[in-house]
Nanobody, 123 residues
Framework: QVQVVESGGGLVQAGGSLRLSCTASGLTLADYAMGWFRQAPGKEREGVSCISWSGNTIYYADSVKGRFTISRDNAKNTLYLQMNSLKPEDTAMYYC????????????????WGQGTQVTVSS
């Protein structure tokens, strides 16, 4: 059974940093395009950052460019999202996705999803 698990969320002050991690059991992440999505209360889920299976294609939402960095360590079967200079508007539940259809635009749906990790940024 495939299980995708996020970790690393929490409460941080504006300007602070967090690093999210995503691991999976029953799944080799190196075989899949991966990504991070977020959903704030009352808002639609949005793609934050996605990376192709090779790592050669990376997408960032305009709102996080220059502040967030996505990376993958295939040897550890782990996906990361380094979030710096956090803003209150980054507050959301963050989800890891594996098997994204279009990593270059973080769209098209995904085959596997984690349960999410909450990120709260206080002003």
């Amino acid at each position: 059974q495939v299980q995708v698990v996020e970790s690393g969320g929490g409460l941080v002050q504006a300007g602070g940093s967090l690093r999210l991690s995503c691991t999976a059991s029953g799944l080799t992440l190196a075989d899949y395009a991966m990504g991070w999505f977020r959903q704030a209360p009352g808002k639609e889920r949005e793609g934050v950052s996605c990376i192709s299976w090779s790592g050669n294609t990376i997408y960032y939402a305009d709102s996080v460019k220059g502040r967030f960095t996505i990376s993958r360590d295939n040897a550890k079967n782990t996906l990361y999202l380094q979030m710096n200079s956090l803003k209150p508007e980054d507050t959301a539940m963050y989800y890891c996705a594996a098997g994204i259809a279009y990593a270059q635009s973080c769209s098209g749906g995904s085959r596997y999803w984690g349960q999410g990790t909450q990120v709260t940024v206080s002003s």
